[in-house]
Protein backbone atom coordinates (compact mmCIF):
# COMPACT_ATOMS: atom_id res chain seq x y z
CA UNK A 1 0.00 0.00 0.00
CA UNK A 2 1.26 3.38 -0.75
CA UNK A 3 0.39 6.62 0.78
CA UNK A 4 1.61 10.54 0.46
CA UNK A 5 1.22 12.41 3.85
CA UNK A 6 1.26 15.98 3.78
CA UNK A 7 1.60 18.22 6.87
CA UNK A 8 1.83 22.03 7.22
CA UNK A 9 3.04 23.18 10.83
CA UNK A 10 5.48 22.08 13.08
CA UNK A 11 2.71 20.55 15.10
CA UNK A 12 1.16 18.67 12.37
CA UNK A 13 4.63 17.02 11.29
CA UNK A 14 4.79 15.88 14.85
CA UNK A 15 1.47 14.24 14.30
CA UNK A 16 2.31 12.92 10.81
CA UNK A 17 4.93 10.84 12.37
CA UNK A 18 3.05 9.63 14.46
CA UNK A 19 0.12 8.50 11.26
CA UNK A 20 3.06 7.22 9.97
CA UNK A 21 4.04 5.04 12.64
CA UNK A 22 0.99 3.77 12.82
CA UNK A 23 1.43 2.82 8.77
CA UNK A 24 3.81 0.13 9.28
CA UNK A 25 4.59 -1.70 6.28
CA UNK A 26 3.58 1.20 3.97
CA UNK A 27 5.06 2.77 1.25
CA UNK A 28 5.10 6.48 2.24
CA UNK A 29 5.93 10.24 0.68
CA UNK A 30 5.78 12.63 3.89
CA UNK A 31 5.77 16.20 2.24
CA UNK A 32 6.16 19.43 3.71
CA UNK A 33 6.38 22.92 2.77
CA UNK A 34 9.78 24.07 1.59
CA UNK A 35 9.81 26.23 4.71
CA UNK A 36 9.60 23.20 6.84
CA UNK A 37 11.69 20.48 5.22
CA UNK A 38 13.61 17.95 7.16
CA UNK A 39 15.85 15.15 7.62
CA UNK A 40 12.31 13.17 7.23
CA UNK A 41 10.12 15.83 5.33
CA UNK A 42 10.72 16.72 1.84
CA UNK A 43 9.29 20.04 0.31
CA UNK A 44 6.30 19.21 -2.09
CA UNK A 45 7.37 20.03 -6.00
CA UNK A 46 5.60 23.03 -7.05
CA UNK A 47 1.75 24.00 -5.84
CA UNK A 48 -0.24 21.33 -3.05
CA UNK A 49 -2.48 20.67 -6.08
CA UNK A 50 -0.12 20.12 -8.63
CA UNK A 51 1.77 17.77 -6.65
CA UNK A 52 -1.67 16.33 -5.74
CA UNK A 53 -1.75 15.37 -9.03
CA UNK A 54 1.44 13.48 -8.99
CA UNK A 55 0.45 11.31 -6.14
CA UNK A 56 -3.46 10.47 -7.27
CA UNK A 57 -2.84 6.97 -8.08
CA UNK A 58 -1.51 5.75 -4.65
CA UNK A 59 -3.77 4.03 -2.21
CA UNK A 60 -4.50 7.01 0.43
CA UNK A 61 -3.90 10.65 0.47
CA UNK A 62 -3.53 12.01 4.19
CA UNK A 63 -3.33 15.94 4.91
CA UNK A 64 -2.35 16.73 8.36
CA UNK A 65 -4.05 20.36 8.77
CA UNK A 66 -7.41 22.21 7.46
CA UNK A 67 -10.18 20.22 5.62
CA UNK A 68 -10.30 23.13 3.29
CA UNK A 69 -6.73 22.47 2.51
CA UNK A 70 -7.31 18.86 1.75
CA UNK A 71 -10.18 19.89 -0.42
CA UNK A 72 -9.02 22.84 -2.55
CA UNK A 73 -5.99 19.90 -2.95
CA UNK A 74 -8.02 17.31 -4.30
CA UNK A 75 -10.69 19.46 -6.28
CA UNK A 76 -8.84 19.22 -9.68
CA UNK A 77 -8.40 15.64 -9.47
CA UNK A 78 -11.32 13.72 -8.65
CA UNK A 79 -12.66 11.81 -10.94
CA UNK A 80 -14.50 8.28 -9.76
CA UNK A 81 -15.78 6.52 -6.91
CA UNK A 82 -14.24 3.43 -8.37
CA UNK A 83 -10.72 4.99 -9.31
CA UNK A 84 -10.54 7.75 -6.22
CA UNK A 85 -7.90 7.20 -3.37
CA UNK A 86 -8.84 7.13 -0.14
CA UNK A 87 -8.45 10.88 1.04
CA UNK A 88 -8.37 12.12 5.03
CA UNK A 89 -8.19 15.01 6.73
CA UNK A 90 -6.26 15.29 10.10
CA UNK A 91 -6.67 17.98 12.38
CA UNK A 92 -3.01 18.98 13.39
CA UNK A 93 -2.79 17.68 16.89
CA UNK A 94 -4.49 14.14 15.93
CA UNK A 95 -8.01 14.17 18.15
CA UNK A 96 -10.03 14.34 14.79
CA UNK A 97 -9.30 11.82 11.47
CA UNK A 98 -12.29 12.95 8.76
CA UNK A 99 -12.80 10.88 5.37
CA UNK A 100 -13.50 13.07 2.80
CA UNK A 101 -13.05 11.18 -0.52
CA UNK A 102 -13.69 7.43 -0.96
CA UNK A 103 -15.12 6.21 2.00
CA UNK A 104 -15.96 3.22 0.96
CA UNK A 105 -14.61 1.87 -2.57
CA UNK A 106 -11.60 3.92 -1.73
CA UNK A 107 -11.74 2.28 1.77
CA UNK A 108 -10.83 6.00 3.54
CA UNK A 109 -13.69 5.01 6.20
CA UNK A 110 -12.14 1.59 6.96
CA UNK A 111 -8.83 3.60 7.23
CA UNK A 112 -9.76 6.59 9.28
CA UNK A 113 -11.02 3.72 12.26
CA UNK A 114 -7.69 2.10 12.17
CA UNK A 115 -5.77 5.15 12.18
CA UNK A 116 -7.95 6.76 15.27
CA UNK A 117 -7.68 3.69 17.43
CA UNK A 118 -3.87 3.46 17.18
CA UNK A 119 -3.97 7.88 17.89
CA UNK A 120 -6.46 7.55 20.12
CA UNK A 121 -8.38 9.96 17.97
CA UNK A 122 -12.14 10.36 17.05
CA UNK A 123 -12.87 9.18 13.47
CA UNK A 124 -15.38 11.51 11.95
CA UNK A 125 -17.77 9.17 9.93
CA UNK A 126 -20.19 10.84 7.52
CA UNK A 127 -21.49 8.53 4.90
CA UNK A 128 -25.29 7.76 5.09
CA UNK A 129 -25.15 3.81 5.22
CA UNK A 130 -22.27 4.48 8.27
CA UNK A 131 -24.19 6.98 10.14
CA UNK A 132 -27.32 4.95 10.08
CA UNK A 133 -25.84 1.23 10.70
CA UNK A 134 -26.88 0.29 7.42
CA UNK A 135 -25.45 -2.17 5.02
CA UNK A 136 -22.82 -0.44 2.80
CA UNK A 137 -22.48 -2.15 -0.72
CA UNK A 138 -19.73 -0.92 -2.32
CA UNK A 139 -17.22 -1.55 1.28
CA UNK A 140 -18.74 -4.72 1.19
CA UNK A 141 -17.96 -5.37 -2.34
CA UNK A 142 -14.50 -3.99 -1.89
CA UNK A 143 -13.66 -5.98 1.33
CA UNK A 144 -14.49 -9.05 -0.50
CA UNK A 145 -12.83 -8.27 -3.48
CA UNK A 146 -16.05 -8.77 -5.08
CA UNK A 147 -16.26 -6.24 -9.12
CA UNK A 148 -19.44 -3.81 -8.70
CA UNK A 149 -21.33 -4.32 -12.46
CA UNK A 150 -23.21 -0.79 -12.14
CA UNK A 151 -22.39 2.30 -9.96
CA UNK A 152 -25.51 3.83 -10.91
CA UNK A 153 -27.15 0.78 -9.03
CA UNK A 154 -24.55 0.59 -6.46
CA UNK A 155 -26.12 4.30 -5.80
CA UNK A 156 -29.22 3.66 -5.56
CA UNK A 157 -29.11 0.27 -3.44
CA UNK A 158 -27.28 3.01 -1.32
CA UNK A 159 -30.02 5.04 -1.06
CA UNK A 160 -32.94 3.19 -1.18
CA UNK A 161 -31.75 1.24 1.81
CA UNK A 162 -32.05 3.70 4.33
CA UNK A 163 -35.69 3.79 4.22
CA UNK A 164 -36.02 -0.06 3.38
CA UNK A 165 -34.53 -3.62 2.97
CA UNK A 166 -33.03 -4.39 0.04
CA UNK A 167 -33.54 -7.96 -1.33
CA UNK A 168 -30.04 -10.10 -1.56
CA UNK A 169 -29.60 -13.13 -3.25
CA UNK A 170 -26.65 -15.46 -4.30
CA UNK A 171 -26.33 -19.28 -5.73
CA UNK A 172 -23.07 -19.67 -3.13
CA UNK A 173 -23.20 -21.43 0.08
CA UNK A 174 -24.53 -19.07 2.78
CA UNK A 175 -23.45 -18.87 6.32
CA UNK A 176 -24.51 -16.36 9.03
CA UNK A 177 -27.46 -14.05 9.52
CA UNK A 178 -27.79 -11.04 6.58
CA UNK A 179 -27.04 -7.20 7.96
CA UNK A 180 -29.34 -4.94 8.61
CA UNK A 181 -30.71 -3.21 5.85
CA UNK A 182 -30.97 -6.62 3.66
CA UNK A 183 -33.58 -9.68 3.22
CA UNK A 184 -32.53 -13.04 1.58
CA UNK A 185 -35.12 -12.90 -1.65
CA UNK A 186 -34.74 -13.78 -5.40
CA UNK A 187 -37.86 -10.80 -6.42
CA UNK A 188 -38.42 -7.48 -6.49
CA UNK A 189 -37.53 -4.46 -8.59
CA UNK A 190 -34.36 -3.71 -7.02
CA UNK A 191 -32.20 -6.19 -5.78
CA UNK A 192 -28.19 -7.31 -5.03
CA UNK A 193 -27.39 -10.94 -6.73
CA UNK A 194 -23.57 -11.95 -5.90
CA UNK A 195 -22.36 -14.08 -8.46
CA UNK A 196 -19.97 -15.70 -10.94
CA UNK A 197 -22.69 -16.15 -13.34
CA UNK A 198 -24.72 -13.66 -15.66
CA UNK A 199 -27.77 -13.45 -13.29
CA UNK A 200 -30.15 -11.22 -13.06
CA UNK A 201 -33.21 -12.28 -10.44
CA UNK A 202 -34.20 -8.65 -9.90
CA UNK A 203 -35.82 -5.70 -12.54
CA UNK A 204 -33.07 -4.07 -11.69
CA UNK A 205 -29.77 -6.02 -10.60
CA UNK A 206 -26.71 -5.38 -9.07
CA UNK A 207 -24.37 -7.92 -9.83
CA UNK A 208 -21.62 -8.09 -7.18
CA UNK A 209 -18.92 -10.74 -8.82
CA UNK A 210 -16.19 -12.67 -6.77
CA UNK A 211 -12.46 -13.04 -8.53
CA UNK A 212 -12.73 -16.66 -7.81
CA UNK A 213 -12.51 -18.43 -11.44
CA UNK A 214 -8.79 -19.59 -12.71
CA UNK A 215 -9.15 -20.08 -16.77
CA UNK A 216 -6.44 -22.52 -17.80
CA UNK A 217 -5.17 -22.23 -21.46
CA UNK A 218 -3.43 -24.61 -24.11
CA UNK A 219 -2.88 -23.40 -28.22
CA UNK A 220 -1.29 -24.49 -30.97
CA UNK A 221 2.09 -22.76 -31.82
CA UNK A 222 1.38 -19.54 -33.31
CA UNK A 223 -2.03 -19.41 -32.25
CA UNK A 224 -3.10 -15.56 -32.73
CA UNK A 225 -4.98 -13.57 -29.76
CA UNK A 226 -8.28 -13.72 -31.75
CA UNK A 227 -8.57 -17.31 -31.59
CA UNK A 228 -8.15 -17.59 -28.45
CA UNK A 229 -10.45 -14.85 -27.56
CA UNK A 230 -12.87 -16.47 -29.55
CA UNK A 231 -12.68 -20.06 -27.76
CA UNK A 232 -13.27 -18.09 -24.34
CA UNK A 233 -16.21 -15.78 -25.16
CA UNK A 234 -17.29 -19.89 -26.15
CA UNK A 235 -16.68 -21.43 -22.58
CA UNK A 236 -18.20 -18.37 -20.86
CA UNK A 237 -21.45 -17.45 -23.19
CA UNK A 238 -21.87 -21.58 -22.86
CA UNK A 239 -21.85 -21.64 -19.19
CA UNK A 240 -23.12 -18.32 -18.35
CA UNK A 241 -19.71 -16.87 -16.79
CA UNK A 242 -18.68 -13.79 -16.34
CA UNK A 243 -14.98 -13.21 -16.79
CA UNK A 244 -15.15 -10.55 -14.03
CA UNK A 245 -14.70 -13.44 -11.99
CA UNK A 246 -11.48 -14.59 -13.53
CA UNK A 247 -8.54 -13.83 -10.93
CA UNK A 248 -6.12 -15.30 -13.25
CA UNK A 249 -5.35 -17.56 -16.22
CA UNK A 250 -2.32 -20.25 -16.67
CA UNK A 251 -0.52 -22.83 -18.93
CA UNK A 252 2.55 -24.60 -19.58
CA UNK A 253 6.02 -23.32 -19.49
CA UNK A 254 6.39 -23.84 -23.19
CA UNK A 255 3.85 -21.33 -23.97
CA UNK A 256 5.65 -18.59 -21.63
CA UNK A 257 6.57 -16.94 -25.40
CA UNK A 258 3.19 -17.48 -26.67
CA UNK A 259 2.34 -14.09 -28.19
CA UNK A 260 -1.33 -14.42 -28.87
CA UNK A 261 -2.08 -15.81 -25.55
CA UNK A 262 -0.09 -13.12 -23.50
CA UNK A 263 -2.09 -10.69 -25.38
CA UNK A 264 -5.55 -12.40 -24.90
CA UNK A 265 -4.70 -12.25 -21.09
CA UNK A 266 -3.12 -8.97 -21.14
CA UNK A 267 -6.45 -7.45 -22.70
CA UNK A 268 -8.71 -9.27 -20.00
CA UNK A 269 -6.34 -7.66 -17.44
CA UNK A 270 -5.63 -11.15 -16.50
CA UNK A 271 -2.40 -12.12 -14.75
CA UNK A 272 -0.56 -15.30 -15.92
CA UNK A 273 1.09 -18.29 -14.38
CA UNK A 274 3.29 -21.03 -16.40
CA UNK A 275 3.76 -24.14 -14.90
CA UNK A 276 6.32 -26.59 -15.81
CA UNK A 277 5.17 -30.14 -16.51
CA UNK A 278 5.90 -31.29 -13.68
CA UNK A 279 4.33 -28.99 -11.50
CA UNK A 280 0.86 -29.93 -13.83
CA UNK A 281 1.58 -33.23 -13.13
CA UNK A 282 1.35 -33.09 -9.51
CA UNK A 283 -2.08 -30.94 -9.90
CA UNK A 284 -4.80 -33.58 -8.13
CA UNK A 285 -7.73 -34.19 -9.56
CA UNK A 286 -9.28 -36.21 -12.16
CA UNK A 287 -9.07 -34.94 -15.67
CA UNK A 288 -9.02 -35.45 -19.65
CA UNK A 289 -6.24 -37.25 -20.98
CA UNK A 290 -4.36 -36.99 -23.87
CA UNK A 291 -1.46 -39.21 -24.79
CA UNK A 292 -0.56 -36.53 -27.76
CA UNK A 293 -0.41 -33.88 -25.20
CA UNK A 294 1.51 -36.10 -22.61
CA UNK A 295 3.87 -37.27 -25.99
CA UNK A 296 4.38 -32.97 -26.80
CA UNK A 297 4.65 -31.10 -23.73
CA UNK A 298 5.05 -33.74 -20.98
CA UNK A 299 1.43 -33.55 -19.47
CA UNK A 300 -1.69 -35.41 -20.01
CA UNK A 301 -3.81 -32.12 -19.96
CA UNK A 302 -2.80 -28.67 -19.98
CA UNK A 303 -6.06 -26.24 -19.62
CA UNK A 304 -7.44 -28.38 -16.59
CA UNK A 305 -4.30 -28.92 -14.64
CA UNK A 306 -3.43 -25.16 -15.09
CA UNK A 307 -7.17 -24.30 -14.18
CA UNK A 308 -7.30 -26.55 -10.91
CA UNK A 309 -3.14 -25.81 -9.91
CA UNK A 310 -4.12 -23.08 -7.40
CA UNK A 311 -6.80 -25.16 -5.47
CA UNK A 312 -9.92 -25.16 -7.26
CA UNK A 313 -12.40 -27.49 -8.27
CA UNK A 314 -13.36 -27.73 -12.20
CA UNK A 315 -16.41 -26.30 -13.13
CA UNK A 316 -15.65 -26.13 -17.07
CA UNK A 317 -13.81 -29.51 -18.22
CA UNK A 318 -11.50 -29.10 -21.34
CA UNK A 319 -13.44 -27.31 -24.23
CA UNK A 320 -10.98 -27.08 -27.78
CA UNK A 321 -11.91 -24.53 -30.21
CA UNK A 322 -9.65 -24.01 -33.60
CA UNK A 323 -6.25 -25.23 -32.10
CA UNK A 324 -7.50 -23.65 -28.09
CA UNK A 325 -8.10 -25.40 -25.28
CA UNK A 326 -10.00 -23.95 -22.13
CA UNK A 327 -10.80 -24.93 -18.93
CA UNK A 328 -12.38 -23.18 -15.93
CA UNK A 329 -11.95 -23.75 -12.27
CA UNK A 330 -13.39 -22.13 -8.78
CA UNK A 331 -12.36 -21.97 -5.82
CA UNK A 332 -14.12 -22.65 -2.98
CA UNK A 333 -16.04 -19.10 -1.63
CA UNK A 334 -19.55 -18.04 0.16
CA UNK A 335 -21.32 -15.33 1.86
CA UNK A 336 -20.57 -14.61 5.41
CA UNK A 337 -21.45 -11.76 6.99
CA UNK A 338 -20.24 -13.50 10.23
Request: glycine share 8%; charged share 25%; net charge neutral.
Amino acid sequence: MRAALFAFTVKGKATALRIAAALDGWELSLRVPEKLKDVRFEAYAGTLPDYTGRVFERDALIYVGAAGIAVRAIAPHVASKRSDPAVLCVDEKGQYIIPILSGHIGGANRLARSLAAALDATPVITTATDVNGRFSVDTWATEHNMVITSMPLAKRVSAEILTRDIPFWSDAERSGKLVDGLIWSNAGSLGVCVSIRNLHPFEDTLLLIPKVLHVGLGCRRGTPAEAIDAAIEKVFNENYLRKEAVADAASIDVKSDEVGLITCCRNYGWPVTFYTAEQLNAVPGDFAKSEFVKNTVGVDNVCERAAAAPGGRIIVRKTALNGVTVAVAEEKWGIDFG
